[in-house]
């Protein structure tokens, strides 16, 4: 897979008073890729030792280790480092780089690829890696609700001999094929259900040593000495500290009682900067969407869903409550992706606009719940209950941690009016195909949550059979063309749409820990670094 994102990155570093003036800069708004402040920032530059202690404060909470399907925060981000896929994402490039896999699937045919495993490679046990290891892995992430549907493109997988995994595809998917293979992280198929959801082991240079995810928790990894791989672990150990308070992470940083902090509060940003420390920001797909129940009257007319996002001054948003770290939405893929399309219909502040939908669609005196995640998002609802306000629409703000077992599919039409919640799929990858997938294909989503597949404006199904044939489609250009229609029904009929696409901000001690660079998405990756040598 190539690079999808020209990864603009925005550091602070304190230590002078030009730093200082530059902190107050960054603050107040976000320039472009040719800001001087971006060129360069790439990470840390410190020199790496043998040995010591890798540590960083992470934001996000679960207990479920299961790398079958995982799509949490935290855990995700753990597995990269304790298992391996045939091939593993950069989540700093987006590219994929051999892991298991020997090398390139080999062609045999347009729908039946072969993969060499690397020679050697071992779990943290000792015991080798073998196909039907790799097998099981697949078979039982294609079965999953999950990572299912980015799956779905796989017929069959078989063993073809002890090192070699035979994968027969349903139709020909080339261009996307090893990016889509990494989303597979592999472990021993002789692990039990109790040992996937305690202590899983995997390949990968780090393997765990203690898990305990809640707040206030803390994993410790030790390396795999049984890594045959390219990515060696070169510290001692690794420990992450699980700190969903802000001030307490902020605390850890500014106190190097970690090296790394994930997601850095703005407003904390010049405190740790003075201190020393280094703030980085990566702009990426990280996003606050709001999804409408589109079952549920008025939400089921577009044009509604249509009047809130007219209705919401995101300018003032991401001034006031980002300070200036975010990008306004002008189609379904931030700028800076290689795959960029300004969709054919772009939503500005236009409150008038707003109410001529709500005319048009027969509403008026609507009142409705905004049901907001007491995650980071909370802080933009005053201003769109405002903001909605000012167009007519009555808003009520329920803020509470989203249920999402209650969202499932029903027979009948679920119980919420519309969310307010973040997400970010770049996380398994940041092909069009997989980020659309996620959102608007057939699942949870769709079936549940948003409720999309359901609805009679059958736009849903036009956009399933435009997707798919994208993905049947050999020629980069009439590909593109196909996803720039999935974009323009998406923005359109906005059942799910970003508010804006968010820079993720991340801060580290540059010179205490070596070949560190922060991601555009939410995690820490620890990959190929060390501690700094004193």
């Known amino acids: 897979m190539e690079n999808s994102f020209n990864l603009d990155r925005r550091t602070f570093v304190a230590g002078s008073a030009v730093a200082a003036a530059t902190v107050g800069l960054g603050l107040a708004g976000c320039g472009g890729g040719s800001d001087a402040g971006s060129e360069g920032a790439t990470g840390s530059t410190a020199t790496a030792a043998e040995g010591g202690t890798l540590t960083g404060a992470c934001s996000y909470t679960s207990t479920n280790v299961n790398p079958i399907g995982n799509s949490s925060a935290l855990m995700l981000a753990a597995t990269w480092h304790v298992f391996e896929g045939l091939y593993d994402l950069d989540l700093h490039t987006y590219k994929t780089y051999n892991a298991l896999a020997a090398d390139k699937p080999v062609k045999v045919s347009e729908t039946e690829y072969e993969v060499a495993l690397r020679d050697g490679a071992k779990f943290s046990d000792g015991t080798a890696v073998t196909a039907a290891d790799v097998v099981n892995a697949f078979e039982l992430n294609m079965a999953d609700a999950t990572y299912g ?20 595809l349903k139709y020909p998917f080339e261009s996307l094929l090893e990016g889509r293979l990494s989303v597979v992280k592999v472990f021993p198929k002789s692990l039990t259900e109790d040992d996937l959801k305690t202590k899983p082991i995997g390949s990968g240079p780090w393997m765990y040593d203690s898990i305990n995810g809640d707040d206030g928790g803390e994993i410790d990894f030790l390396p795999n000495a049984n890594y045959n791989g390219e990515h060696k672990a070169t510290a001692d150990k690794m420990q992450w500290f699980i700190q969903l308070d802000e001030t307490a992470r902020t605390t850890s940083l500014q106190e190097a009682t970690v090296q790394v902090m994930e997601n850095v509060p ?17 702009q990426g797909f990280n996003q606050p969407f709001l999804m409408f129940n589109t079952l549920k009257a008025p939400f089921d007319d577009y044009r509604v869903r249509q009047a809130f996002f007219y209705a919401i001054d995101v300018d003032k948003l991401i001034s006031n409550q980002m300070a200036g770290h975010a990008s306004k939405v002008t189609g379904f893929l931030p700028k800076d992706h290689k795959n960029y399309h300004e969709a054919k219909t772009v939503y500005t502040y236009d409150t008038e606009k707003a109410k001529k939908l709500l005319e048009e669609a027969g509403v008026s005196d609507l009142s409705f719940k905004l049901l907001t995640n007491n995650n980071w998002v909370k802080g933009l609802a005053a201003q769109i209950k405002n903001d909605l306000e ?8 329920q803020e509470e941690k989203i249920n999402w077992s209650a969202l499932a599919e029903s027979d009948s039409v679920l119980d919420y009016d519309v969310m307010l919640t973040p997400g970010d799929p770049t996380c398994f990858g940041n092909d069009p195909d997989l980020l659309m997938s996620w959102w608007y294909g057939d699942n949870t989503w769709t079936r549940g949550r948003s409720c999309w597949a359901k609805a009679a404006d059958g736009k849903w199904k036009e956009l399933q059979e435009l997707m798919q044939e994208a993905r049947e489609e050999a020629d980069e250009k009439a590909q593109q063309e196909l996803w720039n229609q999935c974009f323009d029904i998406i923005a359109e009929y906005c059942p799910l749409y970003p508010l804006f696409h968010r820079e993720v901000a991340t801060g580290y001690w540059a010179d205490k820990i070596a070949g560190f660079k922060p991601i555009a998405t939410t995690g820490l990756v620890f990959i190929d670094a060390s501690a700094a040598a004193n």
């Open 149 to 168: 549907a980015f799956l779905s493109f796989i017929d069959a997988v078989a063993e073809k001999d002890d090192t070699t995994v035979t994968f027969t």
């Open 266 to 282: 703005d407003a904390n940003a010049d405190q740790l900067s003075a201190a020393g420390a280094t703030v980085e920001y990566v």
């Open 390 to 397: 000012a167009a007519g629409v009555k808003c009520e703000i």
